[in-house]
């Protein structure tokens, strides 16, 4: 319940009109609790019908994906592209493959890019996509069949200056590579229209880092903040992907020590530190799982089950899995063992009852829409070399990165204290990333 008569209409309304969509519930919840002093204090957004329109997406589309196996057998999977803003800018966000993948999914992620994207400072617009393909298991001909049959249909739906999507879980260079080739054979036109590219076909450099690096710069600047740093503490990180990996690489050149990765099958706890370039063979080349990692590291221990990774003592924790894989029960857990700073690098991977363990023990605590915007603010700034058919250095992407991602810690705790909510960068986040969108969306009319 909000305080709010407004606040509580709309919610009930999301909830009515998206039922069975958990995710969905979840993460509009978080930013209209955040939104209670903003309608308090702007009434005209009540007015002009901002709220309920933010929630509703502009367009949702969902096809049919056929493609054949090796087999020979075909196969039935479901796109989907939520178009979810485009006040700002063309519809931006990534591209998830998944079996877990349904409407509910792709409806979250998409709203809450809505507000990351508005945090980067640069004009980009929310959306989100996917499918429940698993791309597990897959030859890469089965892989590229599929991403050619996705895109068949995902290209009359997207554009340049439309909708530009790019990388999310099962979706990196590969699939990108895959789905660029088949847009650009069915329109016949060299346009920006995917990020996270390949470095030889229109690629950013430092894009492939992006989000990983960005996450510890912004936990970097929130740590400096309160007198800490990155220096000799240590590093729990969730996932393996391509998160977790640039996560793990920053991180230590930070000075921290991170001794333990995860993929959905279970963890690994290296006390002496993680090696990197073994986890990079494995995942970025072979595609192993991260269980093979102590064939080669015996002193290092395996454990069967994710959950268990937020019991190792750490002192800074950052999950770049997937969402809700940090519970409450977790989040204690940290506590107890002194953690004092959670930055999300995945998608909403802490439960609302995690953040408020977080929020009532003091412990920092930086939300994905602020800590993990990184990689969407390196695709707009891959899409703004592609306009000029030009390419930064690593070092000048690298360094513009840097410069967002300060900006977004800068904006989130101010916008928090000016409402009261010192410290609390969730409503700080919220509150910087709704402020931006709603004036343009007061400015352009009902639309
Ligand atoms: P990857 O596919 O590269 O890696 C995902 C990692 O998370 C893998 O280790 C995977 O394990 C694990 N994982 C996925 N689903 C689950 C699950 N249901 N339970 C447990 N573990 C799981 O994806 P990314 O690293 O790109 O994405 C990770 C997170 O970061 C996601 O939440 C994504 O939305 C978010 N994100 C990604 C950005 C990007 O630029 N790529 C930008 C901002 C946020 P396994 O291999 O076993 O599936
Ligand atoms: O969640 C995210 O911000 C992403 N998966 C990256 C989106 C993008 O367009 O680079």
Redesign the pocket.
């Known amino acids: 319940m909000f305080k709010s008569k407004y606040l509580n209409g709309v919610m009930e309304t999301v909830i009515k009109r998206n039922p069975a969509e958990p995710e969905f519930h979840q993460a509009v919840r978080e930013v209209l609790e955040s939104l209670e002093p903003v309608i308090e204090a702007h009434p005209e957004f009540e007015k002009a019908g901002i709220v309920e329109r933010i929630v509703e997406p502009e367009r949702v589309v969902s096809f049919r994906v056929p493609w054949l196996d090796d087999q020979g057998n075909v196969q039935v999977n479901r796109g989907f592209r939520v178009q979810f803003n485009s006040a700002i800018g063309p519809y931006?966000?990534?591209l998830?493959f998944h079996p877990s993948v349904y409407q509910g999914i792709i409806k979250f992620?998409g709203f809450?890019?809505i507000f990351?994207?508005s945090l980067t400072g640069l004009p980009?617009g929310g959306g989100?996509g996917g499918s429940d393909f698993d791309p597990k298991g897959k030859s890469d001909n089965e892989v590229m069949r599929f991403c050619q049959s996705f895109m068949t249909e995902l290209s009359k739906h997207i554009g340049a200056d439309c909708d530009?999507?790019?990388?999310?879980i099962g979706v990196g260079g590969r699939e990108i590579g895959y789905m660029f080739g088949q847009y650009k054979r069915l329109r016949n036109e060299y346009t920006g229209v995917l990020?996270?590219k390949g470095l030889t076909y229109g690629g950013s450099l430092a894009?492939t880092e992006a989000?990983g690096y960005g996450l510890c710069y912004f936990t970097d600047e929130m740590l400096k903040d309160a007198g800490k740093s990155f220096k000799d503490a240590t590093v729990v990180i969730s996932g393996s992907g391509n998160v977790a990996i640039y996560a793990t690489e920053k991180a230590t050149e930070l000075g921290g020590k991170v001794v333990a990765l995860s993929d959905s099958n279970g963890y690994v706890y290296d006390k002496n530190g993680i090696d990197l370039p073994l986890v990079k063979q494995l995942k970025e080349v072979e595609r192993k799982r991260i269980s093979e990692y102590v064939k080669t590291h015996p002193e290092a221990e395996y454990h069967e089950g994710c959950k268990g990774i937020w019991t190792i003592p750490c002192d800074i924790a950052l999950p770049c899995a997937t969402q809700n894989e940090l519970d409450e029960e977790s989040a204690k857990a940290l506590v107890a063992n002194g953690c004092y700073a959670v930055a999300e690098g995945a998608?909403m991977p802490s439960t609302p009852e995690a953040v408020s363990v977080f929020q009532s023990n003091g412990v920092l605590f930086g939300p994905a829409k602020a800590a993990?915007?990184g990689?969407?603010a390196?695709?707009?700034l891959e899409m703004s070399q592609n306009s000029m058919r030009y390419s930064w250095t690593f070092e000048e992407v690298d360094a513009k990165l840097k410069d967002i991602m300060v900006n977004i810690y800068k904006n989130s705790r101010d916008a928090a204290e000016k409402y009261g909510l010192k410290g609390n960068f969730v409503a700080g986040a919220n509150i910087a990333g709704f402020m931006k969108v709603a004036e343009a969306m007061m400015a352009q009319g009902l639309v």
């Not at 530009?164 to 999310?168: I, N, R, W």
């Open positions: 931006k966000g990534g998830r992620l809450e890019q990351k994207n980009i989100k530009v999507p790019a990388g999310d990020t996270g894009r989000t998608n993990n915007a990689g969407v390196t695709s707009a």
